[in-house]
């Protein structure tokens, strides 16, 4: 290779890290940022000096005249800002929604941050141990089970019909499946007539029908169709936070998802109960512990679930409740107001006895979707540790507090327990959780979920529903 080459690789090379850096550079600025009304927009800008002199921001707003500057009202819409210094503390503050667009030499966009002004939010703190019982539109197919006739013969109906795991049927010769129970009994009137059974599936948000043919099984003696299937789940986790005046709550942290199929409950009703720990079994490294605890049905009946959603359930309790550590409200934090450092979490390790241990927040990272790993903590509590060996399952929802503000929630534990994730529920986040719109269809407004007085056992967080119906 001639040196004129060399000399030329070298330059690309320089060039594309150069374009690199400055690329990560700007997209440490966030999309979109939110703050209190009446609060200035802190920004943490990174770029070395020599760029933040030569850094314009254009600020807009729907409202002229609404934006604060420095104190000052801004008399038009939109105004260039040139940052003269290193300063990282934007002191603007408007009434409602405005624009920053980011621009070098007052030409070259790099990135426009969209700012929401909202009102602030307070809630109380949870942490109180809770079961979760919750009933799915339709039924899920878990699995598949062939059907055997009087010869030995083996065939799967369903399967030749096109169903799959994963799907949901919802309806069965036009009538409307709510219980497994119910489509058994469909299924066994249409084989006992000779007739072929309609289904509506839902599978991947499409609905689609197919037909199938109920076939007798000699095992069972009941016609089937060669399925698993599956209407409710239940599990344990624990209360994030509640607003006392609205008497609305939010749980867990994450979505309820099926423990065959991965995929997230459709809703058609739920309900939380009062749960009490038993046991503790510590987690290790590559083996999340979990809680051991017992719940009842109605008797300890503390609210509905009305959403269940990438943030946790969110519902309405049925009567007050009261939190010993936070008895008052406590203001909801934002993403900008998340700060690593020393936190609290709040969770019950014994009976429902709850109560705070020490984490560290180790990393906070943009959330520009809910994937839970908006926070990565570090359990540092020497008594949490040494009776869990750190996050174990049952702990989801356990709420995050920091300098006295309500952060967000325990998610996830990576494969050590010392080390889980978390989300920050931010003051936008919050009011989507305690909106009273249901996430139901229209023609399971009325499904009630009716679980018997059976005592549940459970070892789980998201092992949710290891029961199943043979279809």
């Not at 060399?6 to 890290?17: A, H, P, Q, S, W």
């Not at 009946?301 to 269940?308: A, D, P």
Request: glycine share 8%; net charge positive.
């Amino acid at each position: 290779m001639t040196r004129q080459k060399v000399t030329g690789l070298f330059l690309v090379l320089v060039t594309i890290l150069c374009i690199g850096t400055m690329a990560q550079k700007v997209s440490s600025i966030p999309s979109r940022q939110m703050i209190a009304k009446g609060e200035p927009l802190k920004l943490d800008l990174l770029f070395p000096k020599n760029v933040l002199n030569n850094l314009e921001i254009d600020v807009q707003s729907k409202d002229s005249g609404k934006i604060n500057y420095k104190g000052k009202t801004l008399a038009d819409s939109s105004l260039l800002l040139k940052k003269t210094s290193s300063e990282t503390s934007l002191a603007l503050s408007a009434s409602e929604e405005f624009f920053l667009n980011f621009k070098l030499f007052g030409m070259i966009p790099l990135r426009q941050m969209v700012v929401n002004v909202v009102a602030p939010v307070q809630v109380i703190p949870g942490g109180h141990s809770i079961g979760v019982l919750v009933h799915s539109q339709g039924v899920i197919v878990v699995g598949k089970s062939s059907v055997t006739d009087k010869e030995g013969h083996t065939k799967n109906p369903a399967e030749d019909a096109g169903i799959e795991v994963g799907d949901v049927i919802l309806k069965v010769n036009n009538n409307v499946i709510k219980t497994d129970f119910q489509m058994r009994e469909e299924i066994e009137k249409a084989g006992q007539a000779g007739k072929k059974a309609v289904l509506e599936v839902k599978r991947d948000g499409h609905i689609f029908k197919t037909t199938v043919s109920p076939a007798y099984c000699h095992e069972t003696r009941h016609y089937r169709i060669g399925l698993f299937i599956r209407d409710s789940v239940a599990g344990v986790g624990t209360l994030t936070f509640y607003e006392p005046q609205s008497m609305r709550y939010g749980a867990l942290g994450h979505v309820i998802t099926d423990i065959d199929t991965s995929q997230k409950i459709d809703l058609a009703d739920g309900k939380i109960v009062s749960a009490m720990i038993e046991n503790i079994r510590p987690g290790k490294k590559g083996q999340p512990g979990e809680k051991i605890g017992v719940f009842k049905g109605d008797s300890d009946l503390l609210g509905s679930i009305m959403k269940n959603t990438q943030f946790g359930i969110s519902g309405k309790l049925k009567n007050d409740i009261t939190n010993p550590i936070y008895s008052k409200p406590l203001p909801a934090a934002m993403s900008n107001q998340v700060k690593e450092g020393p936190a609290k979490i709040l969770t019950v390790l014994e009976n429902n006895k709850i109560e705070s241990f020490d984490i560290n927040i180790e990393e906070v990272a943009p959330q520009a979707r809910p994937d839970g790993k908006g926070l990565v903590v570090r359990i540092t509590d020497k008594k949490l540790l040494e009776k869990t060996g750190g996050i174990i399952q049952g702990m989801s929802g356990s709420p995050i507090i920091q300098n006295n503000k309500f952060v967000g929630a325990i998610t996830h534990v990576f494969v050590n327990p010392k080390i889980p994730t978390g989300n920050w529920l931010q003051i936008l986040l919050i009011p989507r959780l305690l909106s009273p719109q249901k996430q139901l269809a229209s023609s399971h407004l009325k499904c009630i979920l009716s679980i018997p007085e059976y005592l549940y056992r459970f070892q789980l967080l998201n092992k949710y529903g290891d029961y199943h119906s043979q279809l």
